[in-house]
């Protein structure tokens, strides 16, 4: 492991592939294609693009202009924070690669994770700019600051639908029909899980008070 992050190949790979992210940024269609069929893409560059989008996310927290975010330190739970962007990118990337396997999609459960990974890129590359440019203007001019931050994340959705289409090679109909149907699922999942941990908690509540009772009658 050690010797193969001192050889020059490895990191020449990965910035490559960490390069890469913007030419997909310019041309989607022909960048997911390569990034699976020409394994241009690797896990350390996706892993690293998903790092840099929950960096923006916490730096927005604190450098972006008050005007436009309040921010209740006191109050805020980091994790959870973060976990606002993981859960549901999880959640994806399980939905959508189960659907797809079952109607024929060409996409392996890595390569689905590693193309939405790649399609946050534009994340952190607007955001951060933003954040400081937030500093700059009044509150007039902020609503060319709010539609930045959108646009921001309708190009990350459209280029992570894009990237499905590329990886299980589906029409755009057929792609638009499996990106709503993997909403569903995530939504699906959410109501399993939380079923789950229902029953969970009902059951140690029930041993912890079954325990409370025995101790109670010796």
Same mark, same amino acid.
């Given at each position: ?162 990237? =499905? ?20 699922? =995530? ?32």
């Amino acid at each position: 492991m050690i010797a193969a992050l001192t050889k020059k190949e490895t990191w020449v790979r990965y910035f490559d592939s960490l390069k890469f992210a913007l030419y997909i940024m310019t041309h989607p269609l022909d960048g997911y294609w390569d990034l699976t069929h020409e394994k241009r893409g690797t896990y350390a560059a996706a892993n690293t693009i998903l790092i840099l989008t929950l960096a923006a996310r916490i730096l927005k927290l604190r450098y972006t202009s008050f005007i436009f975010m309040t921010v209740y330190w006191e109050e805020l739970n980091i994790f959870l924070y973060l976990g606002s962007v993981l859960f549901p990118l999880a959640l994806w990337v399980i939905g959508n690669w189960a659907l797809t396997t079952l109607f024929d999609g060409k996409g392996k459960l890595g390569q689905v994770y590693i193309a939405t990974c790649y399609g946050l890129a534009p994340y952190p590359l607007i955001q951060i700019p933003l954040m400081i440019f937030s500093n700059f203007v009044t509150v007039e001019e902020g609503q060319f600051y709010m539609v930045l931050s959108v646009i921001s994340l309708i190009y990350c959705a459209i280029w992570i639908v894009a990237g =499905m289409g590329q990886i299980h090679e589906f029409s755009a109909g057929k792609n638009l029909l499996f990106t709503v149907a993997s909403l569903f699922a =995530m939504l699906v999942m959410v109501f399993i899980l939380l079923i789950f941990f229902s029953m969970v908690s009902q059951g140690v509540y029930y041993f912890i008070s079954l325990g409370r009772e025995f101790l109670f009658r010796l």
